[in-house]
């Protein structure tokens, strides 16, 4: 399916479109900022690889981290659910069960939505969060001269996938798929101690995906330096540099910021991977040991690393 034309076709059609562009919708007249994900059993998952709770996990978690990557503080979620009729009591426990203690870990509340019938498992989610006396982040904020920073490590939740459907077994990357972990300490950082515009999303549809979604946005081009992308070593056993930009799914945050507020952040929580230039033809430059490699789209980006 190509996401990008379907939204380029709404934006046409909708005669207001100020609320489009990044992962949440920023209501400031509210104070929240508001997010929907939609996961369809066969598509975005699969029971033969998970369990209700790891599940219930994943679905919350995934909203979660759009709210992270706006800034906002997650305060409410509902939860609409299309089931199959040999959907068992144990299923509902289990899936929500995880829910609550996501929800006692990171201070939300579940406030309904909707259970129906449904040939497969869809999931879909609306998350609210807190926006009063926090900085915001969007995609566009991006400017020439501003540092590219990234939270967490790179690739693994793919790495656990591929393991997952060959048949082998490694916890660490098959965590890193089922369960991955957010960057909600970062953001509040980031959100909380900074005043300048700065521009983040999150690594759900892959870094390199989040980095060229950010730079078109801003109109700028991102340059990043590979080698310093932090990613789990044992990684190297897979075709690592993919699933290190174009995996998806390791829910990690991708943020544009000026250098005068680095000091801000505890340097701990990030990793400073490259910079912001001025916008030529290509969106996003990737610097290896012996290329620079120049994506002008994400279509036919795997073709750059063949042979890597």
């Known amino acids: 399916m190509k996401e990008i034309i ?12 100020e609320y489009l562009g990044d992962d949440c919708a920023n209501l400031k007249e509210l104070g929240i900022a508001v997010t929907q994900d939609t996961l369809v059993e066969n598509v975005h998952f699969s029971m033969k690889y998970c369990n209700a709770y790891q599940l219930g996990y994943k679905a919350i978690v995934v909203n979660l981290s759009d709210l992270f990557a706006a800034g906002a503080k997650p305060e409410y979620i509902s ?7 040999d959907t068992t009591e144990d299923f509902i426990h289990d899936f929500y069960k995880a829910t609550d203690e996501l929800a006692k870990k990171y201070d939300f509340k579940v406030i309904g939505g909707d ?31 501003y ?7 790179h690739g693994s939740s793919s790495a656990g996938l591929e393991l997952l459907q060959s048949g082998k077994f490694n916890e ?9 972990e957010i960057s909600s300490e970062f953001s509040e950082e980031i959100s909380t101690k ?50 290190i930009l174009f995996g998806g799914e390791d829910y990690k945050l991708v ?11 505890s340097s701990n929580l990030y990793t400073i991977i490259g910079t912001v230039e001025k ?6 430059k990737i610097k290896t040991k012996d290329k620079i490699i120049k994506i002008k789209d994400l279509e036919n980006t795997f073709n750059h690393f063949k042979g890597d």
């Open 255 to 265: 943020a544009s910021v000026d250098k005068t507020e680095l000091e801000k952040i």
């Open 6 to 17: 379907f939204l380029n076709t709404i934006r046409k059609v909708l005669s207001n479109t």
């Open 172 to 180: 660490k990357f098959i965590n890193a798929h089922l369960m991955p």
């Open 279 to 284: 916008k030529e033809s290509c969106p996003l």
């Open 194 to 243: 900074t005043s300048k515009p700065y521009a983040m999303a999150d690594s759900s549809d892959g870094l390199a995906d989040a980095l060229f979604k950010i730079a078109e946005s801003s109109n700028v081009t991102i340059c990043v330096d590979f080698d310093k992308i932090p990613y789990e070593k044992d990684l190297e056993q897979f075709d690592y540099k993919k699933k």
């Open 115 to 145: 259970i129906t019938g449904s040939e497969k498992i869809v999931i879909s989610i609306c998350a609210i969060g807190k926006t009063k006396n926090r900085n915001i982040s969007s995609r566009a904020f991006a400017k020439e001269g």
């Open 147 to 153: 540092t590219v920073i990234v939270t967490g490590e």
């Open 79 to 85: 939860i609409s659910l299309s089931l199959p009729p």
